[in-house]
């Protein structure tokens, strides 16, 4: 499996477990099941409600041995509601806590969208703070300081579009490490993947397989399905492998990470395997033609009459 270089030389596996939607009664078993199975890089956010969850995963693995906690990779994201300077490490503390571990590999700003401190999810526009009551920056430095304090050994951000990035990097000379974003054959990220590697910011990719298992008010009625595309069938026959397993391997060769969520055994263990397969030229050449700037997470449940948020991702 690819693995991708961080600017101090430190690397992380491209296929890793995601853990959002995963549910609390079956996200233990899930990772632990990763891990046992060949897994070294677990997603996670405060805000997917299960990190006390994917924590006592750890716990049982790390603490019988056969796993080394310096062997995986930990990604962690900071929730809206933290974005103040006095929350940003109270908050990361809390997702150590939960997760039962001293540091993370990775942490990121999950949105650039700050909520009031009490709002888990906002309902109304008075709910958000704008980004001139709590500049990204304000945020960013806190992230920073989580790095010197050695909470956190890489910081970066996620669903950031290039202007934001580029809003950010004029304020700081800590370029971010990490993008996450949405990324899947519908939505390439061509002119953000070259922004990002022009500037030596990893990136990884969420949604994947299309998150068909989003919560019904979160999908669009006539979304296109990724799995069942007539493409992506075709040439995971030509190789013998399903189609969940052609898309992780698509963006793992393109050089990303990708992080497809799984709970059920056999998925979980056939996605790591994707990496075994190699996709030709006439194969990339293909699905780089599925590309139509769809996005499955798009956003809109950010954007409220009267709020500060509009079109998020500047597309
Ligand atoms: P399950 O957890 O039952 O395996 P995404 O990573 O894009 O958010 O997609 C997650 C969805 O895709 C979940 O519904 C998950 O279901 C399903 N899934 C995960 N791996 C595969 C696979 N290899 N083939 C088909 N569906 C998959």
Not at 25 to 45: F, M, Q, R, S
Not at 93 to 122: C, E, M, N, R, S
Not at 261 to 289: P, V
Request: net charge negative.
């Amino acid at each position: 499996m690819k693995k991708l270089k961080f600017r101090n030389g430190d690397t992380m596996d491209a296929i890793g477990l995601g853990t959002w939607k995963s549910e609390k009664g079956e996200v233990t078993k899930a990772v632990k099941t990763a891990l046992n199975n060949g897994y070294k890089h677990i997603d996670c956010a405060a805000t997917y409600g299960n990190e006390a969850e994917v924590g006592e995963a750890f716990s049982e693995i790390f603490n019988n041995g056969k796993v080394k906690r310096e062997d995986v990779w930990i990604t962690s994201k900071l929730w809206n509601n933290a974005h103040k300077q006095e929350d940003v490490i109270p908050a990361l503390k809390q997702t150590l806590k939960d997760l039962q571990l001293d540091y993370l590999d990775l942490y990121l700003i999950h949105w650039p969208v700050a909520f009031k401190p009490d709002v888990g999810f906002p309902e109304k526009a008075e709910d958000f703070l704008s980004l001139e009551e709590v500049p990204l920056i304000e945020t960013w430095n806190e992230m920073v300081k989580a790095k010197e304090q050695g909470l956190v050994k890489h910081i970066g951000v996620s669903n950031f579009s290039i202007e934001k990035l580029k809003d950010l990097m004029a304020e700081t000379d800590q370029i971010p490490e990490m993008n996450q974003v949405e990324l899947h054959p519908y939505l390439q990220q061509n002119k953000l993947l070259e922004f990002c590697s022009k500037n030596g910011i990893n990136v990884t990719a969420y949604s994947p397989l299309g998150s068909g298992d989003r919560p019904d008010e979160m999908k669009a009625a006539d979304e296109p399905s990724l799995l069942e595309n007539p493409v992506i069938n075709k040439i995971a026959k030509k190789h013998g492998g399903s189609p969940g397993q052609i898309l992780i391997k698509w963006s793992e060769q393109r050089g990303t990470a990708v992080i497809p969520k799984s709970t059920n055994e056999d998925r979980i263990k056939q996605n790591l395997m994707s990496a075994g397969y190699q996709l030709d030229e006439d194969d990339m050449k293909e699905i780089a033609d599925l590309d139509y700037h769809f996005r499955y997470v798009n956003g809109k449940f950010f954007e409220m009459e009267g709020n500060s948020y509009e079109n998020i991702y500047n597309d």
